[in-house]
């Protein structure tokens, strides 16, 4: 069955050490730098759980065929891995990202919005591997979402807004399925509390 572009999930955080930098050869325009995706941080909740990267998540997708977009939308491309001017990397802090745009009026203007930090925010579109995540709930009683192993990587986009409505249903259906089919053993027990309520049925006869 052929996935679509609904078929990705998205996420969107601030663009950690943020930049906008001059080329450094000569005639070379200004540059895009800073971190998509930082690994261990956990996200604040969403959709019924909070998630986070674990380190070496992106191993198997900084070959993919990346685009840089502005607001995912592929009218406003600001580069491509393939053709050099987008590069990503990873290392200890999380997936690095440096764009080299194109010399067009509405980058002109999107980078003025960016010096001004009227858009300071990134999202990555992504598929999680079927073995690449780990659930469990924290001592809090929430759902805690690890992502170990991504798939694919389709694009990193600066956005102006942190969310997309039919993104996050869709997340939410999947993970309330999720939810139901995901085998006890991963709920942490409380034996203190099983070895309490066992003494408390035995003195009660």
């Given at each position: 069955?052929?996935?679509?572009?609904?078929?990705?999930?998205?996420?969107?955080?601030?663009?950690?050490?943020?930049?906008?930098?001059?080329?450094?050869?000569?005639?070379?325009?200004?540059k895009i730098t800073g971190y998509a995706a930082v690994f261990n941080e956990v996200s604040e909740e969403m959709w019924g759980f909070r998630e986070k990267i674990a380190p070496g998540a992106f191993d198997d997708v900084l070959e993919d065929?990346?685009?840089?977009?502005?607001?995912?939308?592929?009218?406003?491309?600001?580069?491509?891995?393939?053709?050099?001017t987008l590069k990503i990397?990873?290392?200890?802090?999380?997936l690095g990202v440096e764009i080299d745009p194109p010399e067009t009026s509405w980058v002109k203007d999107l980078l003025v919005t960016?010096?001004?930090k009227?858009?300071?925010?990134?999202?990555?579109?992504?598929?999680v591997a079927e073995d690449g995540q780990e659930w469990l709930v924290t001592d809090e009683g929430e759902w805690l979402r690890t992502i170990?192993?991504?798939?694919?990587?389709?694009?990193?986009?600066?956005v102006a807004f942190p969310a997309f409505p039919q993104?996050?249903?869709?997340?939410?259906?999947?993970?309330?399925e999720e939810v139901k089919i995901r085998p006890p053993e991963v709920i942490p027990r409380n034996l203190d509390k099983e070895l309490q309520l066992k003494r408390?049925?035995?003195?009660m006869g």
């Open positions: 069955m052929n996935k679509t572009k609904s078929d990705f999930e998205t996420r969107v955080m601030n663009i950690r050490d943020f930049e906008i930098r001059a080329g450094e050869g000569e005639g070379e325009g200004p065929d990346v685009r840089a977009t502005f607001n995912h939308d592929s009218n406003y491309i600001l580069g491509r891995s393939t053709a050099g990397k990873q290392d200890d802090v999380g960016m010096q001004r009227d858009v300071n925010q990134m999202s990555f579109a992504f598929r170990t192993k991504f798939s694919e990587l389709a694009d990193v986009s600066v993104t996050n249903a869709e997340v939410r259906a999947r993970f309330e408390m049925r035995m003195k």
